[in-house]
């Protein structure tokens, strides 16, 4: 059965960073493309960012871009978003998805997992 398990999330000061680490198990981890969304408190649920499963291109949320990294270690299994600079408008629960898409849209990605909150203080 897939897990798809996150981890990292806290409460930090506006301008601070996170790490959010994401791990999947009985799934083949390097030939997923991976994301991460997030939901905020009466919002839907939107894209982050994704990455392709070698690697290699990767893509961001406006909102996002030039503050966030995502990155992915294919031995361990395991993404990772790097959240610099954070806003409280980045105040959400961040979720980790795998699919066979491509893209921030949720119908690209089969496999989720619970959410990890992340709370900006201002």
């Known amino acids: 059965q897939v897990q798809v398990v996150e981890s990292g999330g806290g409460v930090v000061q506006a301008g601070g960073s996170l790490r959010l680490s994401c791990t999947a198990s009985?799934?083949?981890?390097?030939?997923?493309?991976m994301a991460w969304f997030r939901q905020a408190p009466g919002k839907e649920r939107e894209g982050v960012s994704c990455i392709t499963p070698g690697g290699g291109s990767t893509y961001y949320a406006d909102s996002v871009k030039g503050r966030f990294t995502i990155s992915r270690a294919n031995a361990k299994n395991t993404l990772y978003l790097q959240m610099n600079s954070l806003k409280p408008e980045d105040t959400a629960t961040y979720y980790c998805?795998?699919?066979?898409?491509w893209g921030l849209g949720q119908n690209a990605y089969n496999y989720w997992g619970q959410g990890t909150q992340v709370t900006v203080s201002s």
């Open positions: 009985a799934l083949s981890f390097e030939y997923y493309t």
């Open positions: 998805a795998a699919g066979t898409g």
